[in-house]
């Protein structure tokens, strides 16, 4: 874990705090959030939102000794995993009959298999960060853990990236480790006893092609280290059947003639990709965390709060009772036009008057709105199947807040999942408060939705 902030700690903190902000009537919010930016405006985004964090949540120091830190956590996994590694070697080479060590056993499970979990975690990585949901089982062990380890598994939901990511770093590092532990039980086993290297195989390969192999494999390295590749004579030499039953002494000396071989795949092919991905992994976790920190559902509003003008009058008292009590300002970015924002009226629910009659969206020009849920689904479907969804970051769904939402309304959103993020923005009727059990239920509906970040909002009407 870095210690630069923000860090999973304060992701946290954020999102336990705007949720105990969900029950507070939003003229207080205004209120403490307004103070809470004094003399921030001039600050950049992501200080401020830890400014705010700090001063209305302060992290909470724990004086009681716990029997298991992070850090000492931390330590014995990756003790634990050198160990595996150096174990795992050692009983691979003393398990060998005859002290004859197969070579396609080994490039098969310390070369190829190392390999192919560093591929599949960089292709993970890779659709992590560009935004996608990463391939995974049903019975994926992380999920497993996440699952039982959160209260609700939609907990963080929008911060799924980063700990998809924390997986990621911890699992390269953990497996570099492995590598290193088995390794130096390569290196230290050998030097100790009396072991040969062998090949063969029920498939018969012939000398040619286990040559070839070896040249293939050995290219990075076979001009400035020829040291560690494996001549011709040395596989001619090593092809080995078990009725053999004595080996000559100079055979058994050409035989070994496989280890440097061996020793530079299993750091080339099997350490050098885990530690690259390892380094990958720590730079993009830090950079979705700070991602996923500014663009939480709900640090808009905060961010918009701090920097609001908080206007008092003789008259604001005798009007909180017919002022909607969940009226937030414009969010910032929302306001103004923006060719990469997708903004979709479902069911009208804009009104005759489009989005001028919204004060966060009246910079949004009405060509730029799209009328769906009107017609049949498969009309909006294909509606929606011309817009350019690839070049959109942010689409903006204007629902009716009084009515429930609707399962069609989910299937005619899969087609633009592919849009980073999703802002489910409620009108209410005119002069009407919105329910507090009505915002709740569209949370619970947009916590479903299938979005890399969803977050739900209230839209403000404009007073003539």
């Not at 949901?133 to 799924?160: F, K, N, Y």
């Not at 060509?367 to 909006?380: E, K, S």
Request: glycine fraction near 6%; include cysteine; aromatic fraction near 8%.
């Amino acid at each position: 874990m870095t210690q630069s902030r923000p860090n999973l700690g304060d992701l946290y903190r954020l999102a336990g705090q705007l949720e105990q902000d969900r029950e507070q009537p939003v003229p207080v919010l205004r209120e403490r959030d307004r103070a809470a930016g004094a003399g921030q405006s001039e600050a950049a985004p992501l200080p401020r939102l830890l400014h705010w964090l700090d001063t209305v949540s302060p992290a909470v120091e724990t004086t009681v000794m716990q029997p298991l830190s992070e850090a000492s956590a931390a330590l014995l996994a990756r003790l634990l995993a050198l160990l595996a590694g150096f174990a795992a070697m050692a009983g691979f080479l003393l398990g060998s009959e005859r002290a004859l060590v197969n070579v396609f056993l080994f490039l098969a499970v310390f070369v190829l298999l190392q390999f192919l979990l560093s591929l599949l975690a960089a292709v993970m990585m890779w659709r992590t960060v560009r935004g996608h949901v990463p391939m995974a089982l049903p019975l994926h062990p992380g999920r497993w853990i996440v699952q039982r380890s959160l209260p609700d598994r939609r907990t963080l939901r929008e911060a799924q990236p980063v700990l998809r990511m924390l997986f990621l770093r911890y699992g390269q590092e953990l497996g570099a480790l492995f590598t290193v532990g088995a390794a130096l039980a390569f290196l230290l086993v050998p030097a100790l006893g009396e072991f040969s290297f062998v090949w063969g195989s029920t498939f018969n390969p012939g000398a040619g092609l286990v040559q070839r192999l070896a040249e293939t494999l050995a290219l990075p390295w076979s001009s400035w280290l020829p040291l560690a590749t494996v001549p011709p004579e040395v596989v001619a030499n090593s092809r080995f059947h078990p009725a053999t039953v004595a080996l000559d002494r100079s055979d058994i000396e050409g035989m070994r003639g496989w280890w440097p071989f061996l020793w530079a795949c299993l750091l080339v092919y099997a350490l050098l990709p885990r530690v690259l991905l390892w380094g990958l992994s720590r730079f993009f976790f830090r950079r979705l965390l700070v991602r996923s920190f500014l663009h939480y559902p709900g640090a808009e509003q905060v961010l918009a709060r701090m920097q609001a003008p908080l206007v008092r009058t003789r008259a604001s008292a005798a009007s909180a009772t017919t002022t909607a009590p969940d009226v937030e300002p414009a969010p910032l970015g929302m306001a103004a036009a923006d060719a990469s924002l997708l903004v979709l009226d479902y069911g009208g629910a804009l009104g005759p008057g489009g989005p001028a009659d919204f004060e966060e969206l009246m910079a949004v020009p009405p060509a730029q709105v799209v009328l769906v849920g009107a017609a049949a689904l498969q009309d909006d479907l294909a509606r929606l199947a011309d817009l350019p969804v690839q070049a959109s970051e942010r689409l903006l769904l204007v629902v009716k807040a009084w009515e429930p939402p609707l399962a069609e309304l989910r299937d005619l959103l899969e087609p633009l999942a592919s849009v980073p993020r999703c802002t489910v923005l409620l009108a209410p009727l005119p002069g009407r408060a919105i329910p507090h059990r009505k915002v709740e239920d569209w949370r619970s509906f947009a916590r479903a939705l299938p979005f890399a970040s969803v977050d739900v909002q209230l839209l403000n009407r404009v007073q003539h």
